[in-house]
């Protein structure tokens, strides 16, 4: 059966922001533009469907937002999007608009979302993965974590410096819920001697032993990068862990927090953004249907949502294996 032509589109970023969604919007809407379509933007993710708060892009709509972080549609988590009742208010919004396809930018949980959406009614999605967790399978990387990796080096070189100023050992909390990219990326780079991830058992007794034969007169000069995720309790855990083990440490700790996910995005996150938000708008056109967008091996990878939400992204052997030997 021949593929229905798709006039109009809608567009969404919807779950954590990422710096790069701007730049993902600006190339899904010119895109879909250039092909002769409509665009309409949805605010505030699965909400902004819900609620009907949707509107036609203009032109001018996506100028001079390619270099601003956070998302000019606003994003959210929407929990009413996740029952049958608010995935059937969102259709009918849609339809009332005539969209006939959806581009969602976000990470795993909006993907879920679509998946559920696009197999209860005939609304073709396609995902654009948008998260500085970079968590996802069928994509090299995800919007937002090249940026993100770069702003925690930025502020754990500041912290070494003072940290090496007085001879202290430093606990370093970076984001990545329970996945360690950030932690591996932004340690590797700024030397860390600790790397702590969620998805390795760590050494804690091992760590302190280390600590223990390396102190010099007492004072344990360390910089420990850990995910907020790890068992341990992040940053908290192993700053008490410490200090427990070694009472005379002067142990300090620091949670970058929300500063990760701000500020303008790098240029190579602005180009995956531009790459992927392109693709997405060939793929709705094409027919290529309810699949996730991705860039493997510098070549476009397309893989269906209920794969790309169930496949498991494995951290590299080799980055662990490397972090190990240069502790
Ligand atoms: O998924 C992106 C992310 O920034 C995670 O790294 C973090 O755990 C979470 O979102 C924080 O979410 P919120 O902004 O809702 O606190």
């Known amino acids: 059966m021949a593929k229905k032509k798709i006039n109009k589109i809608g567009v969404l970023t919807s779950g954590g922001d990422a ?97 559920t959406f696009a197999k209860e009614f005939d609304i073709p999605c396609v995902g654009v993965p948008g998260t500085i967790d970079k968590d996802m399978a069928g994509t090299d990387s ?28 430093f606990v370093v909390e970076v984001m990545g819920r329970d996945a360690g990219y950030i932690a591996i990326d932004s340690g590797v780079s700024t030397g860390a001697e600790s790397i702590l991830i969620p998805e390795r058992k760590a050494d804690l007794p091992k760590m302190i032993n280390n600590l223990t034969q390396l102190g010099r007169k007492n004072k344990f000069v360390n910089l420990i990068v850990v995910t ?25 700790m620091c ?37 996730m967008v991705g860039v493997v091996k510098d070549e476009m990878c397309f893989t269906p949502l209920d794969l790309a939400v169930k496949a498991q992204r494995t951290i590299s052997e080799e980055w662990l294996q490397i972090a190990e030997t240069l502790a």
């Open 142 to 169: 995800t919007i937002g974590f090249d940026t993100a990796v770069n702003t925690a080096v930025t502020a754990i070189d500041k912290i070494r410096d003072t940290m090496e100023a007085h001879d202290r050992l």
């Open 228 to 252: 907020e995720g790890d068992e341990y309790g992040g940053a908290e855990g192993i700053k008490n862990y410490i200090k427990l083990s070694i009472p005379s440490a002067d142990v300090k």
């Open 19 to 115: 710096p790069g969604m701007n730049a993902a919007i600006r190339a899904v809407v010119k895109t879909a533009w250039h092909q002769g379509l409509e665009v309409y933007g949805i605010t505030r993710g699965y909400n902004g469907m819900i609620e009907n708060d949707i509107f036609k892009f203009q032109p001018g709509g996506v100028s001079n937002i390619i270099q601003r972080g956070g998302t000019i549609l606003k994003t959210a988590r929407s929990k009413e999007f996740q029952t049958p009742e608010g995935r059937k208010k969102a259709y009918e919004n849609l339809k009332k608009h005539v969209i006939e396809g959806l581009v969602v930018i976000g990470g795993d949980g909006s993907f879920r979302g679509a998946q």
């Open 255 to 291: 949670i970058l927090g929300h500063i990760q996910r701000g500020g303008a995005p790098t240029a190579t996150d602005r180009l995956l953004a531009t790459r992927l938000g392109y693709h997405a708008v060939q793929c709705l056109i094409k027919g290529t249907h309810n699949v």
